[in-house]
């Protein structure tokens, strides 16, 4: 699925932490006040090849992310967990909310990609439905261009 590249005419990008609301560190010591923060929306945008088109959800409504979905040729979608030190996870399961959303993108277009935005592992009760998974493990100010880099084969993530 990954590299995206030209042969990918639209690209949907989906979720708050997309652009609203982009989740760059984790609180407590991992906080910091940025200098300014390239969101992925952002990163995609400009890293996208000529032709393709980006277009963007916020996540709020599954129908409305699900149909910008159906209509590109890959879907995109982030999520999170915003996790701090000085506290315990009660679970590793991202919010029902999101895990809806990611259903609901992955059922209406079978290219999904989830990008996801934690500090620990999550379950993806999901996985068999979406192409491919990223874990950004809260990447920085940076946050959009470091994810369309990758996204675009213009870096590699290592292997596991």
Known sequence: M??????????AVIGAD???SPL??????????SSGT??????ITAAAPGGVTVNYNAGTSNSSAASLAASSSVAVVFVGNDESEGSDLSSIDLSSSENSLISAVAAANPNTVVVLNTGSAVTMPWLSSVKGVLEAWYPGQEDGSAIAALLFGNATPPAT
């Not at 990954?2 to 690209?11: E, K, M, R, W």
């Not at 760059?24 to 006040?33: D, P, Q, R, Y």
């Open 2 to 11: 990954l590299p995206l590249g030209s042969a990918d005419s639209s690209v």
């Open 24 to 33: 760059t560190a984790g609180g407590g010591s991992a906080s910091v006040n």
């Open 38 to 43: 390239v969101t992925p929306l952002q990163g």
């Open 18 to 20: 997309a652009s609203t």
